[in-house]
Structures are given as C-alpha cells and as structure tokens.
C-alpha cells in the first residue's frame, strides 16, 4: 500500500483532524454529507475529527455538536449552540482555530482558542472548497491538508481547463463549445442558431465550473436549449455545450494517491434512465467502515452496478487512463474519474475529474478491498507526507534585496 513513498505511519498521540465542509457552494448539503460520513468512519484510536461547518453565510462554527447529522435539520438552533470561529491565514496559527464574538469581532484581550487541527481535511463541494480556495489558504498558513492542491484542484474544476490538460497528455475527451453570460445576454436568438449547428441537437449543457449534475440538461430541441441555458447561467457565468452520446454509458473510477504512486479502483456503471439529478445521486443511506450504515444520505447504492459489466481489457484500459489524467492535472488525495463508454465500439472519453467526489467514492474503494476507514487513514497519511516534502523545499533566500545585505 504506497511503500514506494515510504509514508510514515501515525503514532502516539491520536492525530487531529480539522473537516471542512458546508460553505457558499450550491453542494452545501451534499457537502455536509460527505463530511458526516467521513468523520463517523474515521479510526478513532488515531485520529479526533474537528468539524468545522462553514455556513451559507460564509461564517465559520465548530462543535461536537456538528458531529450530529440529525442536528442539521435545524440548522438556525445548530448554529446558534456552536462556537464561531476563524483561523489565521499564516504560519504562526498552528492550526488554531479562534473564537469570534459576532458582535465585537475577535474577543478582547489574548485571542480564545475554541480548538486546534493538526491537518485538515477539505470536503467542501464545488465553489469556495473544491475550486483550490481552501487549499490556498492551508497552503498560506503551512499547513498540510489533504487532497489536491491549488493548481490541480483549480483546473479539475473548470471543466474547459482540465479537459484542455487531458487533450494535451494525450487522454480523449469530447468536443465542446463555451459560451459567456454576456454572449447569451446580448445574442440569444444567434447563439441559439449557432449551438444548433455546433454541437447540435442531441446536446447537454452544463455549467463550467460546477458539478453534481446541478445545472446540466440534456437539450433536444430550441426551447429545452433557451431553458437550459436561463437554468445553467444562474449558476455559472459560462457554461459547456457538448454532443449527447446516445450509445454510450457512463463508467467511473476512482484513482488514489500521489506523485508516481497511484493505484485505480474497480469501475461502477451509474444506473438511471437519464442524467442523475442531484437527489439521485445522494438522498439515500451508504455504507461506512465495516459494513455499517453510514449518516443518512450519500451516494445510492441502489443506483450503481459495480462492477461495470464490460470486459476486463476496457476495464483495464480504463484504469490505465484514469490513473493518467489523475497524473495529468498533478491531482492528489482520491479524484473519481467519469468516463463516456461505448462498449460495441471498445471506445471510451473522459468526461470530467472530480477531485472530491461524493462520499469520497468509499463504494468504490470498498468494493477494490479498501474499507473506509483506511482510505481515510491513507489519505491524512498522504497529506501529512506531502507537508513534509514542500517543508523540505525552499520557498524563500536570505537576501534582502532592498538593501542588499543578508536577510
């Protein structure tokens, strides 16, 4: 498991784990899910799981009491029982989270410390946490964290951007076509006409950046593209137009790891009889670690076949190629890679990266023998590596140069 990065295993005293969840991401509750989910299954003999819920709002609170997924159904008492709190964005912080007055800011005198993490785990979402934002701010305060880092967590999110990584290592994915807000704002009648003609009719659209299938529509004809597109630009300033691949299925696989050490997991068939919706995909219990139920919602398992049923050499083909676009946009930590399949054909293209997929792609991780639990235990693991390897790094020289004298 990973010895060729010779990671040091945890010991001693249990490790402190800061989960970051919720946040102004229109995957708030799916974001809450994954997270519940996580903290439930993590070892409690190693590791103490610190949730920090960012709100709607933006605001931050920590809590036990946001270990309660059944507390969330109040979300105004939740809130108000919990301990809000900031952090600060340098390297003296320490992972100390600190407790804000709302009405006086910062509490007078010596800053109180409502908690401390000693790596962090983002599980935030879409917007404002899957985007590399969070990740800029652990990298600002030197902190190890877990999953990708900015640059490769801010390309898997831009759908354009990472499938223009992927053409360029080599890996297919589809054609596309981009348009602005602006364009659709000043030329509906024209870009109408001209998406018409480019991709065409069968197409879905679906914002750029954004994911659980919130947004995305499958169009076949002009008035399902005009409330496609008033639908997509509510939540995105562009959107993607692409062909509908009719005979294909969707196939997914989750890739684990860093650097040159990854592995692939077993391939999933998602089941509907369209495009998922955002309920499909997560208002229904999963398993956690040991087979155990995991916190209510979570990914269905009632709507996936694992394994795909294709054969073992597009399998294997597939494996291969997730594990290369994982490798292309430099990701890190658990990315599920989903796959546009036409198994007559024995074709395939990459759909998208989700370098934090939802529940973390446990399912599939489970099913390749790798119960939850020790995908979180690797994953902290890996982060607390990584932190490790960029400290050994030089980020700065001792030279001031305005005087030119030594730093």
């Known amino acids: 498991m990973f010895s060729a990065r010779g990671w040091v295993r945890l010991v001693a005293e249990r490790v402190r784990v ?45 809590g036990d009491q946001l270990l309660q997924l059944e507390r969330y159904k109040d979300i105004d008492r939740l809130i108000a029982a919990s301990t809000r709190v900031t952090m600060r964005p340098d390297p003296t912080g320490g992972g100390e989270l600190t407790e804000v007055d709302a009405r006086r800011g910062l509490l007078g005198g010596a800053a109180r410390s409502a908690a401390r993490f000693d790596v ?51 890996i297919p994915v589809l054609d596309d076509v981009m348009v602005s807000r602006r364009d659709w704002l000043d ?21 750029r950046r954004l994911g659980s299938s ?20 509510r939540y995105d300033t562009s959107i993607l137009a692409e ?32 495009t998922l919706s955002y309920a499909d995909k997560y208002l229904s219990g999963g398993k956690a670690k040991g087979g ?34 994982f490798r292309a946009i430099g990701a890190a930590g658990v990315t599920r890679v989903d796959f546009l399949v036409a198994p007559e054909q024995d074709s395939f293209v990459v759909n998208e990266l989700n370098t934090l997929p939802g529940s973390l792609s446990f399912y599939l991780w489970e099913a390749s023998g790798m119960r939850f639990d020790a ?12 932190h490790r390897e960029q400290q050994a790094t030089t980020s700065s020289i001792d030279t001031w140069l305005l005087t030119g004298r030594p730093g």
Not at 22 to 42: L, P
Not at 138 to 166: H, I, N, Q, W
Not at 194 to 206: I, N
Not at 214 to 233: K, P, S, Y
């Open 243 to 274: 062909p509908a691949q009719d005979t294909s299925i969707e196939v997914n696989c989750s890739v684990l790891g860093w650097g040159d050490d990854v592995q692939a997991s077993v391939c999933e068939q998602p089941v509907s009889s369209g």
């Open 292 to 325: 155990a139920k995991a916190p209510a919602g979570g990914m269905k398992s009632s709507q996936r076949i694992i394994p795909a049923p294709i054969s073992d050499a597009l399998t294997a083909r597939i494996q291969e190629t997730a594990k290369a676009s």
């Open 187 to 207: 030329r509906p009648n024209a870009l109408c006409a001209d998406l018409a003609q480019v991709p065409g009719f069968p197409m879905y659209v679906k914002p």
């Open 375 to 386: 995908l979180l235990t690797n994953l902290i693991e890996m982060a607390m590596a990584r």
């Open 214 to 233: 919130i947004g995305v529509a499958r169009v076949d004809n002009d008035e399902q593209l005009r409330d496609a597109l008033d639908v997509a630009f």
């Open 18 to 62: 800061g989960v970051f969840f919720g946040s102004r991401s229109v995957e708030h509750e799916v974001s809450v899910i994954t997270a519940q989910q996580a903290m439930a299954a993590m070892p409690a003999d190693r590791f103490v799981p610190v949730p920090v819920y960012i709100a709607k709002s933006g605001v931050w609170y920590t």
């Open 120 to 170: 962090a785990m983002p599980l935030v979402h879409g917007s404002n946490g899957e985007d590399g934002t969070l990740q800029g701010l652990f990298e600002l305060a030197a902190l190890p964290y877990c999953g990708c880092d900015v640059a490769s967590a801010a390309v898997s999110m831009d759908k354009r951007l990472s499938r223009t990584t992927l053409r360029g290592a080599g």
